[in-house]
């Protein structure tokens, strides 16, 4: 079971997105404000956040950096309504995963669900494969 935080100021679309997050067999929290995004993704330990851009209180694209500086390191979805090409051109440069403009359909937003989770389990593997491989420092001569 993976922790899913959705950050979007529409309610409904929380509501509905975390509904079928749940019926995929994982966990979800969301919250309406970026600052609220931004204190449960730092208290967290989320592998997926599906983020908006336009909040009431600031600009997703500009919290990606943040969001992926927490120990947890979760990987990004953006959700807008409004979609713009240098937004999408930002948002992948500054390490989100997709960007999905609304409406969207729940298969798109199911298989990017799919798709980043299988990507961060095999990056998690890669990485737990490559701590194992370092020599420890007691058997350094």
Known sequence: MSKI?????????????SRYVRRMGHEDTYALTLED???????GEFDVVFLDV???DGNGLEAIPQIRK????????IITGEGDPDGAELAIKSGAWAY?????SIG???LQLVRVLQYRKEKLTEKGRDCRN?????SMS
Do not use: A, R
């Open 134 to 138: 370092q020599p420890s420092i007691g």
């Open 108 to 110: 798109n937003i199911e």
């Open 100 to 104: 999905i403009e609304k409406p969207f």
């Open 70 to 77: 927490v120990l947890s390191s979760p990987e990004i979805i």
């Open 37 to 43: 995004g931004l204190k449960e993704v730092s208290s």
């Open 5 to 17: 935080l959705i950050i979007d100021d529409d309610k409904m679309l929380c509501n509905t997105l």
């Open 54 to 56: 336009n909040l009431p």
